[in-house]
């Protein structure tokens, strides 16, 4: 498609405000969640998620890549333009590290109301060992003019939003793109990655919300001015209203999750476990900063309690926690909550906004104890 704009109108979902107020979830919910599969959170017991049970998060279709005629483009204000193949980026310096990647959106469904979109509980979040080369080196090669203010990356995918027919693009500073961690991956898990997670490579910006993260990269351009495309603008905001810019989504905020304890029921999932001694377990993270604190409770939030936490997995990575507790009969609500090592904690109630992002309050899990 050649034009950037469509007349189109697409039929309205729910009552046609973009949100919803009931418990009820609409077709389009269901479909958007049917394609972008959450973690279950019993994967929390892994340290490194495994591939297939790692979260997704893809805006439109996934593209078909012939990965011997793709091309990595580095273009824009550079003084030597490069068109680099698969093999040239694999042949480069490589790393690997192990990265905890949470959609933006993890939690969105929570907030009342709640915005009609990838309507995420809490299982948008994984960890997985990305390799790759590092971005920092390869903008130096090709010469970044002095005047480049920031960074953009175009996925070779494409799609319709607010009226928008577009590439998915996002950008990041200049001194974001040049941080030592930023990579071009090209495995996931020490396998070549799958075509739903970027094949043949993505960006990977640790410490990010996942939005940043670019998949099925087509070209990175240097440029002067900030980048005001869709995904920067008019979307990734904590804002208000739909007339208010608000602030950029950016870091993934603090959070603890638990791995939901004893046995489901299947159809609510309701958790029944026994009573005597239990240990709670589970993982947290904070996005650039280190999680200094995990604490529980197990009534609600009345009180809480220190976790016992393992070392992180990475630099970039959640960490483990656990809690011993003696589960004594009848009804129980359990919390985790995390601090970050500048003191930020989870809040209890939710931080409302437009798009839903960013919902980092305080897990709760109800558990029948017989
Ligand atoms: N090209 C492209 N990159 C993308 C997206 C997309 O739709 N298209 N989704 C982003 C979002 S919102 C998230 S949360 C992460 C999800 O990465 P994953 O599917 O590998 O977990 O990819 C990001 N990169
Ligand atoms: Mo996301």
């Known amino acids: 498609m050649e034009r950037n704009r469509t007349e189109t109108q697409f039929p309205a979902v729910g009552d046609g405000s973009g949100f919803a107020h009931t418990d009820s979830f609409y077709k389009e919910e269901l479909q958007l969640a049917l394609r972008n599969r959450g973690m279950p959170l019993e994967g929390l017991r892994y340290p490194i998620t495994p591939a297939g049970m790692h979260y997704l998060l893809i805006h439109y279709d996934i593209p078909e890549v012939n990965p011997g005629a793709w091309r990595l483009k580095i273009a824009g204000r550079v003084s030597r333009p490069l068109a680099l193949a698969l093999d040239e980026i694999r042949k480069r310096p490589a790393r690997t590290l192990a990265v905890t990647l949470e959609c933006a959106g993890n939690g969105r469904a929570l907030f009342a109301p709640r915005r009609i979109s990838q309507p995420w509980f809490l299982e948008a979040v994984g960890t997985a060992e990305w390799t790759g080369t590092p971005l920092c080196a390869l903008l130096e090669e090709a010469g970044l003019g002095r005047e480049v203010a920031e ?7 494409q799609g ?10 996002r950008s990041l500073s200049l001194s974001e793109a040049m941080r030592e961690e930023v990579l071009l991956a090209y495995a996931m898990n020490g396998e070549p990655l799958p075509p739903q997670h970027g094949f043949p490579l993505r960006l990977l910006v640790p410490g990010w919300y996942g939005m940043t993260s670019v998949k099925w990269l087509d070209r990175i351009e240097a440029v002067a001015e900030p980048f005001q495309g869709f995904q920067m603008l008019r979307t990734y905001r904590y804002a208000r209203s739909a007339d208010d810019l608000g602030e950029p989504v950016t870091l993934i905020r603090v959070r603890a999750l638990m791995i939901p304890p004893g046995i489901p029921d299947f159809l609510t999932r309701a958790r029944v476990l026994e009573a005597g001694p239990v240990t709670l377990a589970g993982r947290a993270w904070a996005g650039r900063l280190g999680v200094s604190r995990v604490e529980v409770s197990v009534n609600a939030g009345v009180t809480w309690s220190d976790a016992e936490l393992a070392e992180p997995v990475s630099a970039h990575a959640w960490r483990g926690w656990s809690f011993r507790w003696n589960a004594s009969p009848g009804r129980h609500t359990l919390c985790a909550r995390a601090t970050d090592s500048e003191g930020g904690v989870q809040p209890r109630e939710e931080q409302w906004n437009f798009g839903g992002y960013g919902n980092n309050m305080v897990q709760q899990v109800d558990v029948i104890v017989e």
């Open 151 to 157: 960074i953009v990356f175009t996925g070779l995918d």
């Open 160 to 169: 319709i939003e607010g009226s928008e027919v577009q590439y998915y693009q």
